[in-house]
C-alpha cells in the first residue's frame, strides 16, 4: 500500500502532463463561460431541455435500455410508449426528475449519506419492481460478472460486501466533501476519485452507474462548473463505452493495493470532461448563427424543437406555409449547420442537430488495448505483416511496432523459431481487459452499473 493522500492520483511523467493540460483547459472555458452574456434566457432553457433528454436516454442506454431520443422526449412530455419498454420508461423519467432536481436545488444538497439516499430513491421512483431497495444500501452482493457465449458465469471484480458497504460509504462521503472544501486537491480531481470508488462499493442494489453520473453533474456544479447542464456529459461517455468500462475496470483493480492507481479513470474522466465543453462550443455556435436567421426560419426551429423530427410537410400544415417556402428555408437551415435531414428527397425528415458532434476520448493507451486485443483473438500471435498492417489500421506508423515490444512496457515478445510477435503476460492482461470492456460496452455482460 502506498501512503499518498486519498485524492492525489500517481501519475507517471506523460500523464501528469496531460493531467495538467487538461485541468488548464477545463477551467479556462469554466471562466469563459461565466462571462458569456449573448444566449437569451429563453434559449438556455431550451438547451437545458435537450441535454436532459440526451441524458436521460444515453444514461439508461449505457446500461442496456433501448429508447432512441424521440422516445425518450416522448416519455418526458406522458406520452406512453408499447408495455414491452415499461422499464425503460421508468428508467427515464427517474433519471429526468433526478436531474431537474440537482440542475435547480445542487446549492441544497450537501454530499451526506441521507440526501445520496434520497437522490437514489427518486431515480427509482418510476418503477414498483424496485420499491424494496429504493434509497436504501444494498442487501445481497452485486459483483461485476461477465456471461460467456457457453453460459459459464465468471466474477470480474468483487464490489463491497452488503457488510462493508455502510462503513465504506460513510468514509468516503465526508472525506470527499472535507477535499472539495479544503481544496486540499483539485476538485475535478476529487470528483473522479469519488466516482471510481463510489463505484468500487457499488452500494445499492441496482442503479449504481446512472446514480453515479448524476452525482457527478451534482458535484460539478457545487465546485463553480455551472455550464454542466447545457451539454450531455452521458451522451459522451455513451460514444466511448469501450473506453469507459476498461478505464474503470483497470482503475479500480489496481486500487485494491495502490489507492492512488486511479490514473487510467482520471484521463478518461478529464478527457470526457473536454469532449462535452467541445459540444457546449459547438452549440454556442450555432446560437451565435441563429441570431442572423429569419423570423421563419426561427419558427420551423420551433416546430422541430417541439417534435424532435419532422417533415416539410408537417412543418408546412403547423405554420400555414407554402410547402415550397418550408423546404427553401429548411435548406438554409441546413447550410448553417442548424439543421440535419435524414433519408431521400420523398419522405425525408429533419432533425436539429444542436450542435453536438462525437467527440473521442480514448487515449493512445486505448488504441494499443485494441491492438492487443485484435492480437489475442487471433490466438496471441501475429505474423510481421499482419502487425504491421493491424498497427496502420489503428492509426499508429511503424515505430509503433517497436514501441509494443519496448523494454519498459513489453506487451509482445519476439519468437526467435517463427519469427511471429507473441503476448507476453502483461501484453495479454492488457488485451483480456480490453475485450472484457468491449464485451461490457456491447452489452454481453453485467456492467459496472
Known amino acids: 500500500m ?19 493540460r487538461l485541468l488548464g483547459e477545463i477551467d479556462e472555458f ?46 418526458l412530455e406522458g406520452l406512453s410508449i408499447d408495455s414491452f419498454r415499461q422499464r425503460d420508461a421508468g428508467e427515464v423519467r427517474g433519471y429526468a426528475e433526478l436531474l431537474q432536481l440537482i440542475f435547480d436545488s445542487h446549492a441544497r444538497i450537501p454530499l451526506e449519506e441521507r440526501y445520496v439516499q434520497q437522490l437514489h430513491g427518486i431515480l ?61 486537491a483539485h476538485p475535478l480531481i476529487v470528483i473522479a476519485g469519488f466516482i ?8 445499492f442494489q441496482d442503479g449504481n452507474g446512472r446514480l453515479s453520473r448524476a452525482l457527478t453533474t451534482l458535484l460539478l456544479l457545487r465546485s463553480g462548473y455551472d455550464y454542466a447542464p447545457y451539454a450531455s456529459l452521458e451522451r459522451v461517455i455513451e460514444d466511448n463505452k469501450t473506453g469507459y468500462y476498461a478505464a474503470l475496470r483497470t482503475s479500480q483493480l489496481a486500487m485494491k493495493n495502490h489507492p492512488s492507481a486511479f490514473s487510467p479513470w482520471l484521463l478518461f474522466f478529464l478527457r470526457s470532461l473536454r469532449a462535452h465543453q467541445k459540444n457546449l462550443l459547438a452549440k454556442l455556435d450555432v446560437e451565435r448563427s441563429m ?3 429569419s423570423s421563419v426560419q426561427q419558427e420551423i426551429l420551433r416546430v422541430l424543437d417541439q417534435h424532435g423530427r419532422v417533415t416539410s410537410t408537417l412543418v408546412a400544415d403547423s405554420l400555414d406555409l407554402p410547402p415550397r417556402t418550408v423546404r427553401y428555408h429548411l435548406d438554409v437551415l441546413i447550410r448553417h449547420g442548424i439543421v440535419a435531414p435524414e433519408g ?60 509494443l515490444h519496448g523494454k519498459r512496457l513489453s506487451h509482445l515478445r519476439r ?10 503476460a502483461r501484453g495479454r492482461e492488457v488485451a483480456e481487459q ?4 468491449k464485451r461490457l460496452a456491447q452489452g454481453a455482460a453485467r456492467s459496472l452499473e
Open 196 to 203: 471510481v470508488e463510489f463505484l468500487a462499493i457499488h452500494p
Open 124 to 184: 427509482l421512483s418510476h418503477r414498483e419492481a424496485d420499491a424494496w431497495h429504493r434509497g436504501k444500501y444494498k442487501r445481497h452482493e452485486n459483483h461485476v460478472q461477465a456471461t460467456h457465449a457457453d453460459g459459464r458465469v465468471e466474477t470480474i471484480f468483487r464490489t463491497a460486501t452488503p457488510f462493508q458497504t455502510p462503513g465504506r460509504m460513510a468514509d468516503l462521503l465526508p472525506a470527499t466533501t472535507a477535499a472539495l472544501e479544503t481544496a486540499s
Open 30 to 75: 469554466k471562466g469563459y463561460w461565466r462571462k458569456l452574456k449573448e444566449i437569451r434566457v429563453e434559449r438556455l432553457a431550451e438547451l437545458r431541455q435537450v441535454a436532459t433528454i440526451e441524458s436521460s436516454g444515453s444514461s439508461t442506454r449505457i446500461e442496456g435500455a433501448e429508447l432512441s431520443d424521440e422516445e425518450v422526449a416522448r416519455v
Open 291 to 293: 441570431v442572423r436567421l
Open 2 to 20: 502506498n501512503d499518498r493522500p486519498r485524492f492525489q492520483p500517481s501519475l507517471a511523467g506523460p500523464e501528469l502532463t496531460e493531467v495538467l
Open 434 to 437: 480490453y475485450l472484457f470492456a
Open 344 to 403: 431521400e428527397r420523398r419522405g425525408r425528415t429533419y432533425r436539429r442537430t444542436g450542435g453536438d458532434t462525437h467527440q473521442q476520448v480514448e487515449g493512445p493507451e486505448s488504441r494499443t488495448s485494441a491492438i492487443l486485443g485484435d492480437i489475442l483473438q487471433r490466438g496471441g500471435r501475429i505474423g510481421r505483416r499482419d502487425l504491421a498492417r493491424l498497427v496502420k489500421a489503428h492509426g499508429y506508423d511503424g515505430r509503433a511496432v517497436g514501441t
Open 415 to 424: 519468437d526467435t523459431r517463427t519469427g511471429e510477435s507473441v503476448l507476453t
